[in-house]
């Protein structure tokens, strides 16, 4: 599945408005990330796996200052950058990301 979030395609499995999808769902599951494969936003590593029809790749740290996260609840892009540094939290809308996503840096970015 393709939903529309905030004017940018984001792909996975059962999804909401603000990118939560099937498989995390929690009120600040509310990022998309870019797969360096596809250059496609997914709500996680798992839809990609659900969805694309080829093997996941992480974005390399020379791709670190390109935009790569989407905020799905006001639609700011960050790279990783700012991601990595934001605190849990979208600095444009304050709203909080999951801190769990940063234990599973390795599934969507090269090591820092």
Same mark, same amino acid.
């Given at each position: 599945?393709?939903?529309?979030?905030?004017?940018?395609?984001?792909?996975?499995?059962?999804?909401?408005?603000?990118?939560?999808?099937?498989?995390?769902?929690?009120?600040?599951?509310?990022?998309?990330?870019?797969?360096?494969?596809?250059?496609?936003?997914?709500?996680?590593?798992?839809?990609?796996?659900? @969805? +694309?029809?080829?093997?996941?790749?992480?974005?390399?740290?020379?791709?670190?200052?390109?935009?790569? @996260?989407?905020?799905?609840?006001?639609?700011?892009?960050?790279?990783?950058?700012?991601?990595?540094?934001?605190?849990?939290?979208?600095?444009?809308?304050?709203?909080?990301?999951?801190?769990?996503?940063?234990?599973?840096?390795?599934?969507?970015? +090269?090591?820092?």
């Amino acid at each position: 599945m393709t939903r529309d979030v905030h004017g940018l395609p984001v792909r996975g499995v059962d999804l909401d408005p603000a990118t939560r999808c099937a498989h995390y769902h929690d009120e600040t599951d509310v990022v998309a990330i870019r797969a360096a494969c596809c250059d496609a936003y997914y709500a996680c590593h798992a839809c990609h796996a659900a @969805v +694309a029809d080829h093997t996941h790749e992480v974005i390399p740290t020379a791709e670190f200052d390109s935009a790569a @996260v989407l905020c799905g609840a006001c639609g700011h892009r960050l790279t990783v950058r700012e991601y990595a540094d934001c605190e849990d939290a979208c600095p444009a809308c304050g709203h909080e990301f999951n801190p769990g996503c940063k234990r599973h840096w390795t599934r969507y970015f +090269a090591p820092p």
